[in-house]
């Protein structure tokens, strides 16, 4: 093998990535890998955009962000050694939430394996049961049939990536020093650089699709056809669902069935028609008020409402789950869990269903539904007034100031709960503003928020990342990768002084004392605007709900990075939501609410 034979391998390497529709590809710096990474600089053109993070696991959380917002599979790329061990997390993060990834290792060759040889590591397998495939190139070798290898086996690699069950692969690359690029000189090298070359041009990749069960579709309409009293509960979907949208609102119309659809689910924002029966805010009304559905249809991720566990093991429905490649039951009570495409899946029960018939009990059904959702939208307004210092008055004038057509990034923990409590329903109407939702709810990580949002500015729209003052922390490592941003990206802190969802759980009734303090909430005592300008972001600091949403207008305008810093109080999401059930209206004399 010689430094020719390696770089013509590394072009076709390069080569293939983008045949197989890699559009972004974020390398970070090493000397093993630099056969790959010289090889996709000189392929970069209009096709293939290159970013360079230094810190790997910033890099693969951008390059996820990537794949989130652009539907599209992102590639990352780093030397050999630990720097492979950083992308785990994205890694698990796109296995757990099915979103394609690339991931490209340079490794040591054979003959340096197991013998001390200097950041060599055992990288294959390193990302064990969280990747689709794990594909191992061998070092390079002068011969067609290796060159034909190589390219199949990356297509190969991408193809699974992108289906049945989408989610990162894993193709490790062994290569020689020396590392450099070389051109071919000798006869020999240029007849095989000219088959390397015959090898390239556009492929069409065939990743089969989970189509779901016909009969169980079939059965499930049935069900749906004999039950007025169902719901349709949507958690969070990715951003191409986005174009399931009318096939899902088509449906909800089809059961008579109200929909309840979370921050994340793509159906919160833009226009909604009038027609169906929206609930937004389940999670505020008081448990014995919510209605006991005999049937529950979901779609997406588990819901992130705190009362979801509650409803669910109080009224027993019959829980039905289009659960798209992955199991999705949770308390193991679903009666039925249909595999497949959760687009078709949604379409062809539509399909299978005859329009709803009118009926008294159908008609009270929504009308119930429509009066609670309407008492908690009240009761929530005033809870705001109250607490005009709440993360959830922040985030409420935060979403008010976003564009038409700007992404929208939700960090966990209480983030995703506010947002989805307070997103307002008044903008159903034709001029409602899309936005696209972009959750982490794979794994439920607070990790590489930052980071991600970043990646997701590829999209070319704005992006504003809604994340707690921990989880920016967590990423302080992300704002050197969000330089990378291609688009204006805000980054709204919400400053409540730590983790404060552990406030809401028993823990903070424990008695720990000051170990709660230091152990749980973890308050960083930073300055997010100081921090922000030592990595070249702007910085705003907001002190009020009305100044938030004016930060978030210029920031979203604005090309580069602004961290917005919004100290807020520290219960404020908890005592929103309290007050929100507390304003509830009591049920009136005579009329009972909740429970049969
Ligand atoms: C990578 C990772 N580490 C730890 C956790 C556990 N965790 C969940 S929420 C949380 C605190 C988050 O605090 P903050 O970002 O300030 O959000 P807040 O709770 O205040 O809304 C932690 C540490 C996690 N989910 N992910
Ligand atoms: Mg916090």
């Known amino acids: 093998m010689s430094a020719e034979v390696q770089t013509i391998w590394a072009e076709l390497v390069a080569a293939t990535l983008v045949d197989a529709g890699i559009t972004v590809c974020v390398t970070s710096p090493g000397s093993r890998s630099t056969p790959l990474v010289a090889a996709l600089a000189a392929t970069e053109h209009d096709a293939l955009r290159l970013v360079t993070i230094i810190d790997e ?44 990834l690339v991931v490209v290792t340079a490794d040591r060759p054979p003959e340096l394996q197991d013998c001390g040889a200097s950041q060599t590591i055992a990288q294959r397998g390193l990302y064990g049961g969280f990747v689709r495939g794990a594909y191992d190139l061998g070092a390079p070798v002068a011969s067609e049939a ?50 390397a070359t015959a090898l390239r041009g556009p492929r069409v990749l065939a990743p089969p699709r989970l189509v779901p ?45 109200p929909l309840v659809a979370e921050a994340g689910s793509q159906l919160r924002f833009g226009p909604r028609p009038a027609r169906v029966v929206f609930v937004d805010h389940l999670d505020l009304v008081p448990a014995d008020r919510v209605p006991a559905p005999a049937l529950v249809l979901q779609l997406g991720a588990e819901p992130v409402a705190a009362s979801w566990p509650g409803w669910v093991a109080r009224t027993r429905p019959a829980r039905w789950i289009l659960a798209g490649s992955s199991w999705r039951d949770p308390d193991s009570t679903a009666r039925g869990v249909i595999l497949g495409d ?10 299978a269903l005859a329009p709803t018939s009118e009926s008294p009990t159908r008609t009270e059904w929504l009308d119930d539904w429509c009066a609670i959702e309407q ?52 903008e159903i109407g034709r001029h409602a503003r899309r936005c696209a939702v ?53 980054i709204l802190v919400i400053d409540n002084r730590g983790g404060q969802i552990f ?28 921090v922000a300008r030592a990595f070249g972001a702007s910085a705003i600091t907001a002190g009020s709900a009305a100044a938030t949403a004016a930060a978030v207008t210029t920031a979203l305008a604005t090309a580069g990075v602004t961290v917005i810093h919004a100290p807020v109080t520290t219960s404020g999401a908890h005592d929103v939501r309290r007050t929100a059930i507390e304003l509830y209206p009591q049920p009136a004399l005579g009329k009972l609410g909740g429970d049969p």
Request: a neutral charge.
């Open 57 to 100: 696991r910033a890099a693969a959380f951008f390059a996820l962000g990537v794949a989130r917002a652009t539907g599209k599979p992102a590639c990352v790329v780093c030397t050999s050694g630990t720097a492979a061990a950083h992308y785990l997390p994205a890694v698990i993060e796109a296995s757990m939430a099915g979103v394609p």
């Open 146 to 195: 290796s060159l034909r290898a190589v390219r199949r086996t990356v297509i190969q690699a991408i193809t699974m990536a992108l289906g049945p069950c989408p989610g990162p692969v894993h193709v490790n690359v062994p290569l020689r020093k020396p590392l450099e690029p070389a051109r071919p000189v000798t006869g020999d090298h240029r007849v095989l650089a000219q088959l």
């Open 213 to 257: 069960d016909p009969a169980a579709i079939a059965e499930l309409a049935s069900a749906i056809s004999v039950e007025p009293r169902g719901v349709i509960v949507v958690g969070a979907m990715p951003v191409e669902l986005a174009s399931a949208r009318e096939a899902v609102f088509g449906l909800a119309v089809r059961t008579g069935y």
């Open 342 to 351: 959760v687009a078709h899946a949604v379409s062809a029960l539509a399909a």
């Open 375 to 426: 008492q908690a939208e009240a009761a929530v307004d005033r809870a705001l007034e109250a607490h005009p210092g709440s993360e959830s008055a922040v985030v409420r004038a935060a979403l008010g100031a976003m564009p038409d057509g700007a992404i929208l990034q939700i960090g966990n923990s209480l983030p995703i709960r506010v947002v989805d409590q307070v997103a307002r329903t008044a």
């Open 438 to 490: 972009i959750t982490q709810r794979g794994a439920a990580g607070i990790d590489g928020l930052i980071a991600s949002a970043a990646g997701a500015t590829t999209a070319g729209r704005p992006v504003l990342l809604v994340l707690g003052d921990v989880s920016f922390a967590h990423d302080i490592g992300g704002l050197l990768a969000a330089r990378c941003a291609a688009a204006p990206l805000a």
């Open 503 to 530: 406030a809401g759980l028993p823990v903070a009734r424990a008695d720990l004392g000051a170990a709660f303090d230091r152990y749980w909430l973890t308050a960083p005592e930073l300055d997010p605007a100081t």
